[in-house]
């Protein structure tokens, strides 16, 4: 398989009609429709379906659609990354992120990157657990943030941080009336879960707490899968959640009350992923700066950071 039968395949793909196509790739329909035959008998497998009226992809070819721009945007990354090393730096960072990693510890974290290295590049991609384990595998992030420690696929799971588990509930819930809530008194409630796929992790972590104290598994009144809308239908007193201690110090909605979830495994854990082998030096440097966070107070680098004026001229 080469490159000319990926880009004459997606020109097809994407028109479903080779005459169009080939006029989009400035070649004549003859040759196109010979590269395509190249490409099923390299593939071991038919692509479109032609008739004298139309033209539509296989299963097979589907499959292919969705996979084929994976392969040009390794290109270009191994591109930028190419340019990157002959300029003499390393200068970009793909991290994706998952479970909706969104804390005062991840601020922290770039702020402090901001300051210390403000060329290096950072791209940002929110995803699927199995994006970002994809992902990873394929090359397409350096690293990645989510709340589950359980992998394979050539990549290792590094803590990153830990924080208390928090009840959060409406203003005028009866739970508030206790300093410390059990967890089978909130089981008593109905209990908001993250998405199937979204939250993967963060249900990982909340379905073993659970399970250790013999409490079995919580049938959600509703998978959210964004923080904003779990905090709504907390608000609205719709159910209950179990949230980090940092995500309720963040939340402004006046309508939501918090206590602590009773035992000192009701933590809740947000993992560092990374491909098992030596990292590059930018994200040796940003692995640096995350052992260096104080563990329990990130007002003091948030208030390090340097101001917006200068965030935005570099």
Known sequence: ????????????????????????????????????????????????????????????????????????????????????AAAGCDGRLRIALSDGISTPRLASLIALTRKEEPDLEINFEEVSLAHQIKGLSDDLYECGFCQSSDHNYGLRAELAWSEPLHVAMPVDHPLLAYDVIRAEDVLKHPLLLGHAERGAGYNAQIEKLLLQNSLGLPIPAQRVASFSLM??????????????????????????????????????????????????????????RLRRLDTQNDEAHSKSRPPYAVLRAS
């Not at 429709?33 to 379906?49: H, M, N, P, W, Y």
């Not at 992809?57 to 996979?67: I, N, V, Y």
């Not at 309720?248 to 491909?275: E, F, M, N, V």
């Open 231 to 288: 905090m709504s239908l907390v608000s609205a007193g719709y159910a209950l959640a179990l949230i980090g201690e940092s995500q309720i110090r963040t939340s402004r909605d006046t309508l939501i009350r918090s206590r602590p979830l009773a035992g000192q495994q009701s933590q809740l854990s947000t993992y560092l992923l990374l491909r098992d082998r030596p990292a590059a030096p930018a994200l040796n440097r940003l692995l640096d």
């Open 1 to 84: 398989m080469e490159l000319r039968h990926l880009r004459c395949f997606l020109a097809v793909a994407n028109e479903l009609h080779f005459a169009r196509a080939a006029e989009k790739l400035h070649i004549d329909q003859s040759p196109l429709s010979r590269t395509i035959k190249e490409l099923e008998e390299d593939v071991g497998a038919q692509l479109f379906i032609r008739t004298t009226r139309s033209t539509r992809l296989t299963p097979a070819g589907a499959s292919l659609l969705q996979q084929a721009p994976r392969v040009f945007l390794l290109l270009e990354q191994a591109r930028d990354g190419i340019r990157a």
